[in-house]
T-cell receptor, first 114, second 113 residues
Framework: GAGVSQSPRYKVAKRGQDVALRCDPI?????LFWYQQALGQGPEFLTY????????KSGLPSDRFFAERPEGSVSTLKIQRTQQEDSAVYLC????????????FGSGTRLTVV | RKEVEQDPGPFNVPEGATVAFNCTYS??????FFWYRQDCRKEPKLLMS???SGNEDGRFTAQLNRASQYISLLIRDSKLSDSATYLC??????????????FGTGTQLKVEL
C-alpha cells in the first residue's frame, strides 16, 4: 500500500480484556517499530522487528505486551489483561532499510481501557 | 530524568513572529537528530534532520551542538498552519540494526491572528 496502515483506528476495551492491534507496513519495508504515545507525551519505543526477527523488545512495559511479525510483513501487538494505564495511542512505523532514517508512521490505534 | 527534554509550552505567538524551540539530550551515544511535527490526533511526521553545521529549510532553521548536547529549531515568519506540536528526536542504531528514535515530550506551538 501507499502508507502504513493500522487497525482498528479506535478500540475501547474493558479492563481485563485482551486486545490485538494490527500494523500493515509499506510493502518491502524491512524495519518495523511499535511506539506507545500517552496523552501529552512523546512516543515511547516499544519494540523493533527486522523482517520477522524481533531484535529489540526492551520497551515493552510488561509481560502482558507481546508483538509478532511472523512472515516479515504484517505485525500484531497484543496486550493481555488490559489495564487503565495501557490507554494510549499505539503507533507503528516502518522503513525500507535497516539503517534508514526515513520512517513512515501509521495513523495509530487509540486504545481506551475503561 | 527523560533522555530528551523539551519545554512543553504552549508557545502562543502572533502570525509573523519568530519563535525558537530548544531541546537537550542526555545520551552522548546518540547519533542522529531530528525535529518532527505532530498535528492534533495525527501521527508524527519528519520536519527536518539536524546537523552540527546547521541547516535551513525555508523558514525553518535547525542547529545541533554536540558538545552541549543541545538542539534548536527556529521558525521565522510563523504562519497559522505552523500550529502543531514539535517533537525533538534523537536516534541511535540498535544492536543488529534498526534506528531507534527517542522522542521528547514535544513543544506545543499556537500561532494566532
Amino acid at each position: 500500500g501507499a502508507g502504513v496502515s493500522q487497525s482498528p483506528r479506535y478500540k475501547v476495551a474493558k479492563r481485563g480484556q485482551d486486545v490485538a492491534l494490527r500494523c500493515d507496513p509499506i510493502s518491502g519495508h524491512v524495519s518495523l517499530f511499535w511506539y506507545q504515545q500517552a496523552l501529552g507525551q512523546g512516543p515511547e519505543f516499544l519494540t523493533y522487528f527486522q523482517n520477522e526477527a524481533q531484535l529489540d523488545k526492551s520497551g515493552l512495559p510488561s509481560d502482558r505486551f507481546f508483538a509478532e511479525r511472523p512472515e516479515g510483513s504484517v505485525s500484531t501487538l497484543k496486550i493481555q489483561r488490559t489495564q487503565q494505564e495501557d490507554s494510549a495511542v499505539y503507533l507503528c512505523a516502518s522503513s525500507l532499510e535497516r539503517f534508514d532514517y526515513g520512517y513512515t508512521f501509521g495513523s495509530g490505534t487509540r486504545l481506551t481501557v475503561v | 530524568r527523560k533522555e530528551v527534554e523539551q519545554d512543553p509550552g504552549p508557545f502562543n505567538v502572533p502570525e509573523g513572529a519568530t519563535v525558537a524551540f530548544n531541546c537537550t539530550y542526555s545520551n552522548s551515544a546518540s547519533q542522529s537528530f531530528f525535529w518532527y511535527r505532530q498535528d492534533c490526533r495525527k501521527e508524527p511526521k519528519l520536519l527536518m534532520s539536524v546537523y552540527s553545521s546547521g541547516n535551513e529549510d525555508g523558514r525553518f532553521t535547525a542547529q545541533l551542538n554536540r558538545a552541549s548536547q543541545y538542539i534548536s529549531l527556529l521558525i521565522r515568519d510563523s504562519k497559522l498552519s505552523d500550529s502543531a506540536t514539535y517533537l525533538c528526536v534523537v536516534s541511535r542504531i540498535l544492536t543488529g540494526g534498526g534506528n531507534k528514535l527517542t522522542f521528547g515530550t514535544g513543544t506545543q506551538l499556537k500561532v494566532e491572528l
